[in-house]
Each structure stands twice: as C-alpha cells, then as structure tokens.
C-alpha cells in the first residue's frame, strides 16, 4: 500500500497554463506539505497544512494556491505557469508534532515549455 | 536563521569502502536532526533521526550518524558501501518557525564504483 501518493507522476505544459497536482496519504497523519526541489536538487518547504488548516506558507508566488478538502489530502493549484516553476514537486505528510518524521511521496515532474 | 551546510556536492567511493558524509548546522535551539537518502526518480526516505540522548544514531540500510554538540555536525557514515547505496543524501534540521518545518541542505550525491 502505498503510503504518500501524487498524481501525475510527469507533467508537461505550456506557459500561461493552469495545473494541478495531487496528494493523498493513508498514513492518518494530520500534516501535510508540499516541498519544491529544483533543478540542482535543492529541497524547499512551500506550505503546511495541520488537519486542513495552513500553517506554513512560505514566500511563494500567490499563482500557487494549496487546497486540502479533508486531512487526508493536500492538493497544489498553479496558475499561469511560468518556465521558473519547472521543478520536481514534494508531497509529504507527518504525525502532528514538533520533530517527527515526514514522509514523502514519489514527487512530480513539472517541466514548463 | 536556521541553516544546513552539506560541504561536499559530489563523493566518489568504492564499493566496500567507508563513507562519511558531513553535515554542519546552524541553529539556535536544540535541534532535530536528520539524514534523508533519494534514489534516483524517487522520493525522500528517512534513513536516521536525532534529538537527544546517546549521540551516536543507528538508523536503517546500515547508517549511523553521530552529533557532535560542539562543532555544529551531524556526520553520516557507514563501514562498508553498496552499489544501492548511490544516491543523494541529504541532512535536514528542524523543526523551525514553531511548526515541523525542515530545512535542508543542499545534498551529497553520492557514486559508487564497482
């Protein structure tokens, strides 16, 4: 069973375009992220959600907007992409707690052209 | 600001050989460590975690990392290296902000020749 989960896996678009992505995780954690790895594998946190509350919202363009329906699921909306946003993008969730683990998914390819 | 160092971008070793794998941090508080391998195409998995007690971690696949309170490190090692274990590494600190929020470091990408 697979614990973190993201769909797509690859996602390949246009500029300008409107995107989402996916998470879901059957781990019964109450927090979720989303993490943006960039092309020199540098990993940075975007948002944090505790039990569909945000809790963690870093400096990042206000095209991106985190969605989560229920504690289960943590979904990414991008607007208008930019080339910029071509990156691997990090779903991963935790117990709720300061220092606890955090599991992550398989990651999506975003490649914008 | 809370901060990760990982010095070396890239390591080289031989199958069989020893490795360590360094990690300084900058942080105000005591902090959780930890040590995350990426194979290739994939996600993140938490090879060993620190927070208190006996300095010395042993975490799965082998791993072990040891703090040292002193010099601000978190360095991974392990006796004797797999082919499976090439990979990029990454050490985290955390949590910042008052959340569970890590910080990363730039990761080790680790080969491994036969």
């Known amino acids: 069973d697979t614990a973190v989960s993201q769909t797509p896996k690859y996602l390949v678009t246009q500029m300008g375009n409107d995107k989402s992505i996916k998470c879901e995780q059957n781990?019964?954690?109450?927090?979720m992220y989303w993490y943006k790895q960039d092309s020199k594998k540098f990993l940075k946190i975007m948002f944090s959600?505790?039990?569909?509350?945000?809790?963690i919202n870093e400096t990042v363009p206000n095209r991106f907007s985190p969605k989560s329906p229920d504690k289960a699921h943590l979904n990414l909306h991008i607007n208008s992409l930019e080339l910029g946003d071509s990156a691997v993008y990090f779903c991963?969730?935790?117990?709720?707690?300061?220092?606890?683990?955090?599991?992550f998914g398989p990651g999506t390819r975003l490649t914008v052209l | 600001a809370q901060s990760v160092t990982q010095p070396d971008i890239h390591i080289t070793v031989s199958e069989g050989a020893s490795l360590e794998l360094r990690c300084n941090y900058s942080?105000?508080?005591?902090?959780?460590l930890f040590w995350y391998v990426q194979s290739p195409g994939q996600g993140l998995q938490l090879l060993l975690k620190?927070?208190?007690?006996?300095?010395l971690v042993q975490g799965i696949k082998g791993f072990e990392a040891e703090f040292k309170r002193s010099q601000s490190s978190f360095n991974l090692r392990k006796p004797s290296v797999h082919w499976s274990d090439a990979a990029e590494y990454f050490c985290?600190?955390?949590?910042?902000?008052?959340?569970?929020?890590?910080?990363f470091g730039a990761g080790t990408r680790l080969a491994v020749h036969p």
């Open positions: 991963a969730s935790s117990p709720i707690g300061r220092g606890n683990e955090q599991f």
């Open positions: 781990l019964g954690h109450d927090t």
């Open positions: 959600y505790n039990n569909k509350e945000l809790i």
């Open positions: 985290a600190v955390g949590p910042s902000g008052g959340y569970n929020k890590l910080i």
């Open positions: 620190y927070f208190s007690g006996d300095t």
């Open positions: 942080y105000g508080a005591t902090p959780y």
